[in-house]
């Protein structure tokens, strides 16, 4: 059974550049079959599709984020990486790497990482 | 994009109550629409997907219908364990978009 972990640091000054990790085990990120997603959610707050990247290299974001996002495989290392530029305030939030099956159902989700944005 | 607008935003029933959430797209969306349940501190979990597709180990107390733009989300027979938060999320274009949710209490 596919597992997902994320990490990354827990606290990002505005206007830097948040970075997080998803390592994926039980499965292969290089995969004709699912489509690997961020999704964050401000505390309190409901859910945000960021983006997603399917074969390691076609990905989708968010136009909501304004080409801040960008996501990437590293196969080497079976891991998943989001890059959010020019963070504020309001990009403080949870964020989830999750997997997605099928026409658009997300099945696997990591246990999530705390991200707050604060100088 | 898509909006998903879902009601009620609360909802506090007793156990063993029929519990229905709807969720309304802006936009005809088929039946591309899942059902996510979310305890406090945890990841949102898949109960439903394409409309009405049970999820493998998911109770059969959990069901999803609808199509086009009207959906419902049942649990028909509520019990103590299923309190949490319940989000629909639609997969028919980019970008996917989730409901306001709606937070589940027992009364």
């Known amino acids: 059974q596919v597992q997902l972990q994320e990490s990354g640091p827990g606290l990002v000054k505005p206007s830097q550049t948040l970075s997080l990790t998803c390592t994926v085990s039980g499965g292969s990120v290089h995969t004709d079959v699912y489509f690997w997603n961020w999704i964050r959610q401000p505390a309190g707050r409901g859910l945000e599709w960021i983006g997603r990247?399917?074969?390691?290299?076609?990905?989708n974001y968010n136009p909501s984020l304004q080409s801040r996002a960008t996501i990437s495989v590293d196969s080497s290392k079976n891991q998943v990486s989001l890059r959010l530029t020019s963070v504020t305030a309001a990009d403080t939030a949870v964020y989830y790497c999750?997997?997605?099956?099928?026409?658009?159902?997300?099945?696997?989700w990591g246990r999530g990482t705390q991200v707050t944005v604060s100088s | 994009d898509i909006q998903m607008t879902q009601s009620p935003s609360s909802l506090s029933a007793s156990v063993g109550d029929r519990v229905t959430i709807t969720c309304q797209a802006s936009q005809d969306i088929s039946n591309y629409i899942n059902w996510y349940q979310q305890k406090p501190g945890k990841a949102p979990k898949l109960l439903i997907y394409d409309g009405s597709n049970l999820e493998t180990g998911v109770p059969s107390r959990f069901s999803g219908s609808g199509s086009g733009t009207h959906f419902t989300f049942t649990i028909s027979s509520l019990q103590p364990e299923d309190i949490a938060t319940y989000y629909c999320?639609?997969?028919?274009?980019?970008?996917?978009?989730f409901g306001q949710g709606t937070k589940l209490e027992i009364k």
């Open positions: 999750v997997r997605k099956r099928g026409r658009g159902s997300f099945d696997s």
């Open positions: 999320q639609h997969c028919d274009s980019l970008p996917y978009t």
């Open positions: 990247i399917y074969r390691s290299v076609t990905t």
